[in-house]
């Protein structure tokens, strides 16, 4: 991997590029529920690298895309009442037409920390934090909380 300053932009060696992290991308946060092992994962930014790494792990955990281990998965309805009803509703209220869907509470989501506060907090109370690549061209979540 290697940083281009003329891009601003990282190579990976498999060619997925990715810009560093900046203040703003602290905004905002993404989690999943997994269908696979029923825990919540989430990454506290929306930077490049952030985003990689949740769908990464989120198509690890999907039957839709055939590398989930568990030939069981946990149903939509399960999952939505591992969230809290405050939660729920939070959710709802931002999209309500994603959230009719009958399979939407498998899929992932982002928003803002400050317009989703009870999902922020839940998450980060009861999910699973996903490390991504840090450089120290990337901010850090330290410098901004």
């Not at 281009?4 to 529920?33: I, M, T, V, W």
């Amino acid at each position: 991997m290697y940083y281009s300053e003329s891009n601003n932009c990282f190579f990976r060696d498999d060619g997925f590029q990715f810009a560093p992290a900046k203040k703003e991308h602290y905004e905002n946060f993404g989690f999943f529920l997994s269908e696979e092992d029923g825990k919540i994962y989430y990454v506290d930014n929306d930077s490049d690298k952030a985003i990689d790494r949740i769908i990464r792990l989120y198509r690890e955990h999907s039957v839709d895309f055939g590398f989930s281990n568990n030939f069981n998965p946990y149903s939509d309805s399960h999952l939505k009442n591992l969230l809290p009803k405050e939660v729920q509703d939070e959710l709802i209220s931002r999209s309500p037409s994603k959230y009719q869907d009958k399979f939407c509470w498998k899929m992932f989501d982002f928003g803002g920390k400050d317009q989703l506060k009870n999902t922020w907090q839940f998450v980060q109370e009861n999910g699973i934090k996903l490390r991504h690549f840090k450089t120290s061209k990337c901010v850090k979540a330290s410098e901004i909380c």
